[in-house]
């Protein structure tokens, strides 16, 4: 133990299954809990939709909710609940010295607009002559910083207060395991005390999931768990709205607060295997090497997306090691991309403080677990590319 070693002191989560940590582990514990989903409005294609939510909770100003896109809304939603969780929102002193590492996106386009502009280029030849005038008369000014992946951490500075050094990443599950990883990397070198990190992704908009779909990503026809799409129509991948963030902190700064600990940051490793060239399995398996994994049972919370080629060689790679026992939480929450990693390590950090296991989420793929998870294993192998994976381990 080290007085620099890093521990989560809050957590804040939105998904398809409700708001908050407290709200996750009371649906998550329930044996043979049924997914919320949506079939119709995005048909073929399945999706977790998000909750109702009061945006108010969190970001009171509506100038502020208006100029935000849904993913930035709820982004820093969820941003406001791991603050408040940490007992750091409203605190001058520490929001203005807390550092900030977010994954996102590139931000939800306007879809009226290019219906707009595509409908018009079919009836005219001075096509730049178009765009121009689409650029001046249609497009707000609003719109081009609302699709800025940094301002999703610009927006939670603003109404959060949270004003130290702030770094974005982007590149889908990979920008939430560097972020992690860095996150996790400046505390241990005793270059931040406390840092806000996480990320957020909302699918319930047509050009979210025409990125998975032009390269045939994404599940066709009924629903079904994450682990047993293979073979089935599509490519495998469901996906869902949902935010994940958490409050990372030198142990020392921590206890000097009084705050509650709900676990410790182990290892956080990462990889980008050319799964062109076949290297994902053995990537995985030195990932799971590098991890440093301890002995005996392992509960581990997988990210795993659905998508055929890199689930099966994930489930592969975990099924080789009899002491692991997977929980797929794809299958109650959705695939949520740059969210996907904080939330899998948000999900082991609560196994570990109520020591307990969560049941399997699909009983006919995973393994049940006996026992007090002390250690929890939190991966997330990309859909498309990008390995990363994390030990949480108890206070």
Not at 68 to 94: F, P, S, V
Not at 369 to 388: D, K, M, S
Request: with cysteine; aromatic share 6%; hydrophobic share 45%.
């Amino acid at each position: 133990m080290s007085s620099h070693d890093v521990v989560i002191s809050g957590i804040g989560l939105v998904s398809s299954l409700g708001e908050g940590p407290d709200a996750h582990w009371r649906k998550l514990v329930q044996p043979g809990l049924e997914p919320v989903l949506e079939a119709a409005r995005f048909s073929p294609y399945t999706v977790h939709p998000l909750p109702e939510i009061d945006w108010n909770l969190q970001i009171a100003k509506r100038g502020d909710q208006r100029q935000m896109e849904t993913w930035q809304r709820l982004g820093t939603y969820a941003a406001g609940m791991a603050l408040d969780d940490a007992g750091i929102k409203g605190n001058d002193d520490l929001c203005t010295t807390m550092d900030m590492v977010v994954a996102a996106g590139g931000g939800e386009r306007d879809e009226a607009v290019d219906a707009d502009i595509l409908a018009a280029s079919e009836s005219r030849n001075d096509r730049d002559v178009l765009l121009n005038e689409k650029l001046t008369t249609e497009l707000r000014p609003t719109l081009f910083l609302a699709q800025l992946s940094n301002l999703l951490a610009g927006n939670i500075s603003i109404v959060h207060k949270v004003t130290g050094s702030s770094r974005t990443f982007m590149g889908e599950e990979g920008a939430g395991v560097a972020a992690v990883e860095t996150a996790a990397a400046r505390i241990r070198s005793g270059q931040s005390t406390h840092i806000l990190v996480g990320g957020a992704f909302q699918t319930e908009h047509s050009d979210m999931l025409l990125g998975y779909e032009l390269a045939g990503y994404l599940h066709r026809g009924p629903w079904r768990p994450v682990w047993q799409r293979q073979g089935l129509d599509g490519g495998g991948v469901v996906t869902g709205s949902g935010g994940a963030f958490l409050v990372l902190e030198q142990r020392e700064h921590a206890i000097s607060r009084g705050r509650k600990i709900y676990a410790e940051i182990g290892p956080v490793v990462s990889g980008r295997a050319i799964r062109r060239q076949g290297e994902l399995d053995a990537e995985i398996a030195a990932l799971l090497s590098q991890a440093a994994l301890p002995n005996g049972e392992l509960l581990t919370i997988s990210g795993a997306s659905g998508a055929h080629a890199a689930t099966a060689a994930e489930k592969s790679a975990l099924d080789a090691n009899p002491a692991i026992a997977a929980r797929g939480f794809s299958t109650l929450t959705g695939h949520m991309k740059e969210a996907q990693f904080p939330f899998a390590v948000a999900l082991a950090a609560l196994a570990v403080e109520r020591k307990a296991a969560y049941p399997a989420f699909d009983p006919a793929s995973e393994k049940p677990f006996n026992g007090i998870p002390r250690t929890v294993l939190a991966t997330a192998i990309g859909y498309h590319q990008f390995e990363g994976m994390a030990l949480v381990n108890a206070a």
